[in-house]
Structures are given as structure tokens and as C-alpha cells.
Nanobody, 117 residues
């Protein structure tokens, strides 16, 4: 079992920045793909960014060049640095840990990000 705890959400003006954190209850980064997803009201949950065990990163087209996913192995923490935020980035952001090829798939509780003036 893995517990994921997100933090760092809040209200920010358009063009501003936020950093989300996801703390895992134990070290899993060597075998789990860590991802950030988001879900806006009335929309499906979508992948924002992910980092594979080997360090490869992938981003949704809508956030490329603005968001950066990273991890700190010593702290069992994954980050999502979000710059140049837009109102359309407003959503609940969820951290996910998935071990490919297995049913092991864990979610955090979510953190609200609101981009508004």
C-alpha cells in the first residue's frame, strides 16, 4: 500500500506560479510511474505530466513549456512546478502512482488550484 499526500494548491492570478508537492509514504520511484492529473468541473480527469522510473518525463500539450515535473528521491516527493498559469488551468490536481503491468495504482486526495484575477 502507498499513501500519497498532495500540498501546495491555492489561488493565484493569471501569469503566476505555484508548486505542488506529492509526498509518498515510502520510496517507490524506482518502480512506479508518478503522475499529476487534473479534473476541472464537468470535465474528465486528464494527465498533466508524468515521470517514469528511469526519469523520462511526458507532458500534456496544453502545459508543455509551462509546467515541470520533478522528484526528490531522498524526500520521497514529486513536484509539479507550474508557471505562466492560465484560468483554464483551474482544477483539482491529483497525484498518482502506478506500477505498470500490475494493478497497483494509487491516488492522492487532490489539491485545488484556482487561477483567477
Amino acid at each position: 500500500q502507498v499513501q500519497l499526500v498532495e500540498s501546495g494548491g491555492g489561488l493565484v492570478q493569471p501569469g503566476g506560479s505555484l508548486t505542488l508537492s506529492c509526498a509518498a509514504s515510502r520510496y517507490i520511484f524506482s518502480i512506479y510511474t508518478m503522475g499529476w492529473y487534473r479534473q476541472a468541473p464537468g470535465k474528465q480527469r486528464e494527465l498533466v505530466a508524468r515521470i517514469l522510473p528511469g526519469g523520462t518525463t511526458n507532458y500534456a500539450d496544453s502545459v508543455k513549456g509551462r509546467f515541470t515535473i520533478s522528484r526528490d528521491n531522498a524526500k520521497n516527493t514529486v513536484y509539479l512546478q507550474m508557471n505562466s498559469l492560465k484560468p483554464e488551468d483551474t482544477a483539482v490536481y491529483y497525484c498518482n502512482a502506478a506500477r505498470l503491468g500490475t494493478p497497483n495504482n494509487y491516488w492522492g486526495q487532490g489539491t485545488q488550484v484556482t487561477v483567477s484575477s
